[in-house]
């Protein structure tokens, strides 16, 4: 029988269609590719090292977040329709309190957590491959990029991926352009002055500015 697989099996002749032979092994791959990336997700998230060969095996989450994020910056979106991206795209459920004004760019999503009256103005980058965690109360300013990723000095080995974690801790304020590095933790109440480059730890209750970050003064609470 043309176009068919025929099988026996205990007596029993099955004819499978290989149309439908083949959209099954394809279903099968894609789930099969869709628990390694979730495996990956998970273990990023605990803090696992993880291959070189990740971002391959993460490419169809990567490419479905491009799909979300087209989707988010194209044309207006009530608040409700924003949370209801975002939560696709960060695959977490939002309180009801969290508000973003798009654009918004960033390449996985997955490794993003956003706590509660979380504010992110226009046109803001999140690098969060290695992890990037915004508490209660946090204001982003336009045009902030926080990037937990970056790539080796030595030219040999500048295709691979070197990650680190950043939390912005309970009410901090990342003022417009601000880049937040690699590794950092910015404290509670603190503000990090626009345009500044932030390569290391602000303590809670401080004001840092400049290129880099420098303290400037304490904050009264």
């Known amino acids: 029988m043309r176009n068919s697989v025929i099988e026996v099996y205990k007596g029993v002749t099955l004819v499978i269609h290989t149309f439908f032979l083949k959209l099954i092994l394809h279903r099968e791959e894609k789930t099969m590719k869709n628990n390694v990336a979730t495996d990956i997700i998970e273990r990023m998230r605990n803090g696992e090292r993880i291959s070189e060969t990740a971002p391959e095996l993460l490419c169809n989450e990567i490419e479905n977040t491009r799909r979300l ?72 300013g336009p045009g902030v990029k926080i990037a937990t990723e970056g790539h080796p000095e030595e030219p040999e080995k500048r295709h691979s991926l070197i990650t680190a974690p950043i939390v912005i801790r309970r009410n901090a304020w990342i003022g417009a352009g601000a880049i937040i590095l690699p590794g950092v933790t910015v404290g509670e109440n603190a503000i990090v002055a626009a345009g500044a480059i932030v390569k290391k730890d602000v303590a809670d209750n401080t004001i840092v500015a400049g290129i880099p970050a420098r303290y400037i003064r304490h904050i009264n609470t």
């Open 69 to 140: 994020i087209a989707e988010l910056n194209t044309g207006y979106h009530t608040p409700d329709e924003i949370r209801a991206i975002l939560e696709r795209i960060w695959g977490q459920q939002l309180d009801s309190t969290v508000r973003m004004f798009p654009p918004f760019y960033t390449a996985l999503g997955k490794m993003t957590t956003v706590g509660k009256e979380v504010f992110i103005n226009f046109g803001c980058t999140f690098l969060d491959q290695g992890g990037i965690t915004l508490e209660d109360g946090v204001f982003i």
